[in-house]
Every structure is written in structure tokens, then in C-alpha cells.
């Protein structure tokens, strides 16, 4: 396929796995400890599982994942308000595939389908749309998931029904923004890192700019990525040339798809329909200042927040599950307790072990499954 | 969900909501071009164009010129590579 198999080329990734070994022996302080890059998305985290990217590097190089999926950051009672609002008569609950599968504190989105409720998976916010146009008899809600990506697609759905005057269309609003995100992690206390790859797709959004605190304020280098192997690679040695130099700065290996001002009609429409929130409660990160964003009141007929009873209940996660842990980097998947015995893809216990982008799921998918657990044996 | 599809818009399929068909990976799907469309200009000039679309919309253009350099730069630091293994290996 165009703009993808010239990057997945595997003669060429052999080649720069020889530049980045080259580089890191000329980097003396990852003799001590190994350098840890964090990639903040979790489509970045699929990719180096998928390619088995983590293998080829040295061992003075660490991957740590980053809480870049979106359904997998969703404490457990935000499933449990999913549940509520598919459950209410009447309603016609929408979400993307990811989320149908994420265990709730009673069940999950696919349980309440099998028990009546009328839930549907959508490839798009706009596929949600049409619904509420086929069934104008019934109150339609699209569960608004993800960072920058997919935040402009519910703006410019919204914005499409307000156009129309669509009145049995409305969005619960779980959309999260990349930089206290990003900024969080760096001023949390276990997080020892040396650089990051900055978000994609995230970025073709935002653009380059507001990465910029990384290198000025925290002192690390961070290179935007794209999402082939050859891409990865290109960026993790961009990153350590950076190292090497003591001269962090933020790099764009994306440049293909990602402009330094981002892309301006996206962020018009974000900035049309959403605004912060004071704080927003995260998975295993606790609660994150200004790192939701809500709907305005201008469009306060498409918050299903404001037109539905939702219970918004505090649910700790059960205690066998080391999802926050995961989550942050402090632990790598097969390292939690449950991985592989009572938390696998077929019943996932956390959201990581469901959705794509989650880094348990990845591991179980593509990791090396049988050493880990002949090592637990 | 972060992952977006690169495809190429092969028709304007509703010129004021933006809509076009886009063809990913041999299959065609109607995506919202509202983000692409340069301002001021009429959605056909997005036909032909390599985009990435994300759960429906297409989020940027891919610039092929760029992917290209991309690539060459990368066969440079794999030309650059060769050569110091080889001076290191040299007379070792
Ligand atoms: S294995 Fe399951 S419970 Fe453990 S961190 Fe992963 S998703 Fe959470």
C-alpha cells in the first residue's frame, strides 16, 4: 500500500537498528541505567508490539507505554454511565468497537447489548448521525472518546447536526487532551524519563508548537513519530542524537502528515464546541487538571451530560488489577498479577487487555506469551 | 482509534457538507473532507489527494514529497551506517 510498505522495508530497519547501536555507545551514562523513551500513543504502543520493535533495540534502550489509549485511561465508572445511558428507555447508544468490551463494575456495553439494551458499534461519529436521522423516534448518544484524533470528528458531528437541526442526537463527552497529560507524567514522582516520541496523529492536530515546554521547561527531547516501523525507529534515533548533544528540542519525523501549525480547520471546530474542564478523573493517574474537555453551552442540546441522569459514580478498580500501574509505566504488562491467567483477551479484567491500543492486549497478542509464563510457573 | 488509514479521494460526493469518496486500501467509504479543504476552495480540489482518515474524517493531507524525503533521508543514515562499520571493521 502507498505510504506504507516503503516504510516497512526491513532491510532498511536493519540498517538503522546499526545506526541507533552505533549511537548508543557513544552515549556513556546508559551504561548505568537504561535510557527510558516513552511513546504517549497508544497507537504507537500497538505498532512497536505488532513489528516486535522492542526486540531489535539494544538492551541499553527501554520502551516504557504510555497512557495513549483512550478507552483504557476510562476509570471503571465511566463504563458503568455508558451502561446507565444504554440502558435508559429510549435511547440508541453508539460507541466505537473498542469500548464494547470494557469491563464495567457490572458489566460491559456488549453484556447490556446481549441483554436488551439497544447498543451499536459506529466506525464514526458521523455513522452515529445518520442513525439519529433514521430514527428520529429515538434519543441517539455517541460516546465521544480520545485526544486531539478524534476530538475535531465529534466537533464537526455536532456542529453537522446543529446544521441540520437534529434534535435526538447528543454526545456523553469523554474526550481527553494531550498536553496536562503529558505534562502530569513528567511531574510525577516514579516517572524516570529521558525522552519521548511525540504523538502522530495527535500532532497533524495540534502541530509542533505545543510540545514545546518538553525540552524548555523539562529538559527532554521529544521527536513526533510516525507509525511504520521505519518510522519508530528514525525517531528513537533522533532522540538519542538529541541525548548525545545535551540539546533537547522538539523534532518532527512526521513530516509527511504533520505541520508545525497543525491543521487550523480541526482546531477551529474543537475550539468552536469543547472547552476545558476544571479536572478530569483518569485510570491509574488520578485526577488531572484541565485534561478533559466538555461541550459549551452553545451546543448544550448535544451534551447528553446535561440531557440524561447520569450517575457519575466513583468505582474503585478491582484489586487484582494493576491497570494504573500498567498504565503509567511503572509496570510492564506480564508483570501484572493477573495477565494471562484471570485477564485475558477473552475476559479482559481491564481495559488494556480490550482495546487495540492497549499495551496488555498487545503483549498478549504479539509478545513472547509462553516465556512468561514458564518463568511464573 | 489513533491509528488513521491512508487513502486517496477519488470523488466529491456532496460539495456543501463536505462529504467525499475515499479510497482505502481498494475499498471506497464516504469520509468528511471539512478539514482538508484548503479555505476558499472548492472541495474538488482535495480530488487525488493522499489522505489520512480517522473514524471518518480526513484528519491531514500525506505530502508525498515529504514521505519521499523521508525515505531518502533514512537510505542516508543507512548509507552513513555502512560506511562506519566498514571504517571501524577496517584493518581490525
Ligand atoms: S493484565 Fe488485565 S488487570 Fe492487569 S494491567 Fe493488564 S488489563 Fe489490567
Known amino acids: 500500500m502507498k505510504f506504507v510498505d516503503e516504510f516497512r522495508d526491513p532491510e532498511r530497519a536493519r540498517r538503522l537498528v546499526a545506526a541507533i547501536e552505533g549511537l548508543v555507545a557513544d552515549i556513556p551514562t546508559c551504561r548505568e541505567r537504561p535510557l527510558s523513551i516513552m511513546e504517549v500513543c497508544g497507537g504507537h504502543t500497538h505498532a512497536i508490539f505488532k513489528f516486535g520493535i522492542e526486540g531489535m533495540l539494544p538492551e541499553e534502550i527501554e520502551l516504557v507505554h504510555g497512557p495513549g489509549c483512550p478507552v483504557c485511561v476510562l476509570p471503571m465508572g465511566r463504563v458503568d454511565d455508558c451502561v446507565a445511558l444504554a440502558e435508559t428507555p429510549g435511547v440508541i447508544f453508539t460507541t466505537f468497537g473498542d469500548a464494547m468490551r470494557v469491563p464495567g463494575s457490572r458489566k460491559s456495553l456488549l453484556q447490556a447489548k446481549a441483554e436488551g439494551a439497544d447498543v451499536r458499534m459506529v466506525y464514526s461519529p458521523l455513522d452515529a448521525l445518520a442513525i439519529a436521522r433514521r430514527h428520529p423516534d429515538r434519543e441517539v448518544v455517541f460516546f465521544g472518546l480520545g485526544f486531539e484524533t478524534t476530538m475535531p470528528a465529534t466537533a464537526l458531528t455536532i456542529l453537522q447536526a446543529e446544521r441540520e437541526g437534529i434534535r435526538n442526537f447528543s454526545v456523553f463527552c469523554n474526550h481527553i487532551t494531550i498536553i496536562p497529560t503529558i505534562k502530569a507524567i513528567l511531574d510525577s514522582p516514579d516517572m524516570q524519563l529521558d525522552g519521548f516520541l511525540g504523538p502522530g496523529h495527535v500532532s497533524a492536530v495540534i502541530g509542533t508548537r505545543p510540545y514545546r515546554f518538553i525540552p524548555e521547561v523539562y529538559g527532554r527531547p521529544v521527536v513526533i513519530a510516525g507509525f511504520e516501523p521505519l518510522d519508530i525507529l528514525h525517531a528513537l534515533w533522533r532522540v538519542l542524537v538529541q541525548i548525545r548533544e545535551g540539546r533537547p528540542r522538539v523534532e518532527n519525523q512526521y513530516h509527511r502528515v504533520v505541520r508545525e501549525e497543525g491543521n487550523r480547520a480541526a482546531l477551529a471546530a474543537i475550539e468552536r464546541v469543547f472547552e476545558l474542564r476544571e479536572f478530569f478523573e483518569w485510570r491509574g493517574l488520578g485526577s488531572i487538571d484541565h485534561s478533559g474537555v466538555r461541550i459549551r453551552d452553545a451546543y448544550a442540546r448535544f451534551d447528553a451530560e446535561r440531557r440524561f441522569s447520569i450517575p457519575a459514580l466513583k468505582i474503585a478498580d478491582p484489586r487484582s488489577c494493576q491497570c494504573g500501574e500498567v498504565l503509567k509505566g511503572v509496570l510492564k504488562p506480564w508483570q501484572c498479577k493477573v495477565f494471562g491467567t484471570a485477564c485475558t483477551p477473552e475476559t479482559p479484567l481491564g481495559a488494556l487487555m480490550v482495546s487495540s491500543e492497549g499495551a496488555c492486549a498487545a503483549w498478549y497478542q504479539y509478545g513472547d506469551l509462553d516465556r512468561v509464563m514458564e518463568a511464573r510457573a | ?92
Open chain 2, 1 to 92: 482509534m489513533c491509528l488513521g488509514i491512508p487513502g486517496r479521494v477519488v470523488a466529491i460526493t456532496d460539495a456543501e457538507r463536505r462529504l467525499g469518496l475515499v479510497e482505502i486500501a481498494g475499498t471506497r467509504r464516504e469520509v468528511s473532507l471539512a478539514c482538508v479543504v484548503e479555505p476558499d476552495r472548492a472541495p474538488e480540489t482535495c480530488v487525488g489527494a493522499w489522505v489520512l482518515v480517522h473514524v471518518g474524517f480526513a484528519l491531514a493531507r500525506i505530502g508525498e514529497e515529504e514521505a519521499r524525503a523521508t525515505l531518502a533521508v533514512l537510505e542516508e543514515l543507512g548509507e552513513v551506517q555502512e560506511e562506519l562499520a566498514a571504517m571501524r571493521a577496517s584493518g581490525s
